[in-house]
């Protein structure tokens, strides 16, 4: 299927690992112009490298920077002032206890998880409905749904994300323009390996037994019970960014292994 992206210019934040990293594949495969961000310089120069390797007939840039900081953010939409596609796929998850979160915990969590992605969007959207095409897609969770009560405060900015991006999509109303929200479920990210071996470091599991007992025992209802590939909501998020995408806005959109159990 040619979804219709070629020559399209993507901004997907957060996008030198995990889901990010997928989606920014996923759009250079299909002829997307991408721009890569982190924090780190030599990642992200690193992951713009290999993308550029791998798909030689795009243009890759790299856009180092620390969004959650004032004088990076505007650095950089200085340095990109308009894009075709904005993915505000960045931000972090941390299980915790509910008694044990302080409140600079929360406002770290807003501002990376919220308020870094709708400060792109305020700037993005505009040339958006100018030029009568945009797609802007917030990566949520299946926690803004159905918070598992293990990081409420990351369950919390994850709902926000939905009540953002639909008021949006109020803004772009009879235009081209879209916005909306993917949900992934849990995600075999580098952020996810990383808490599983922590899980289950005092066993001698292997990687597909720790994958089975934590499916089993923290997420058992999932319908496919596996966790999620990145490449899979890279794939889908393609899709939700191409033109041929229209008939999605304002949209929570799951991937979640049919893990909420609900028909809405």
Do not use: C
Request: aromatic share 6%; charged share 20%; net charge negative.
């Amino acid at each position: 299927m040619d979804l219709k992206l070629k020559n399209k210019t993507a901004l997907i934040t957060g996008s030198t690992k995990g889901i990010g990293k997928a989606i920014a594949t996923s759009l250079a495969a299909e002829g997307t112009n991408v721009i890569i961000n982190g924090r780190n310089e030599a990642v992200v120069t690193e992951v713009v490298d290999t993308l550029q390797n791998l798909f030689p007939e795009v243009t890759i840039q790299g856009a180092a920077y620390d969004l959650t900081t004032e004088k990076d953010l505007k650095q950089m939409v200085a340095e990109f002032p308009e894009v075709d596609i904005l993915v505000n796929n960045m931000g972090i998850f941390k299980p915790m206890d509910y008694f044990e979160i302080t409140d600079a915990d929360w406002q770290r969590f807003i501002e990376t998880n919220v308020m870094v992605g709708n400060r792109l969007a305020r700037h993005y959207l505009p040339g958006m409905l100018a030029q009568d095409f945009g797609r802007i897609i917030f990566i949520a969770s299946e926690e803004a749904v159905m918070p598992s009560g293990e990081m409420p405060q990351y369950s919390m900015t994850k709902t926000m994300n939905l009540s953002l991006a639909k008021s949006l999509s109020k803004l772009t109303v009879a235009t081209n323009v879209t916005v909306n929200t993917v949900m992934p479920g849990s995600t075999l990210t580098e952020g996810v390996q990383k808490m599983l071996d922590d899980m289950y470091k005092d066993t001698d599991m292997t990687q597909a037994q720790k994958e089975q007992d934590f499916m089993k025992h923290h997420r058992p209802l999932s319908q496919i019970q596996r966790l999620i590939r990145p490449e899979e909501i890279g794939a889908f998020v393609a899709y939700v960014a191409s033109p041929i995408a229209g008939g999605f806005s304002g949209e929570a959109l799951r991937m979640d292994g049919g893990m909420v159990p609900t028909l809405f």
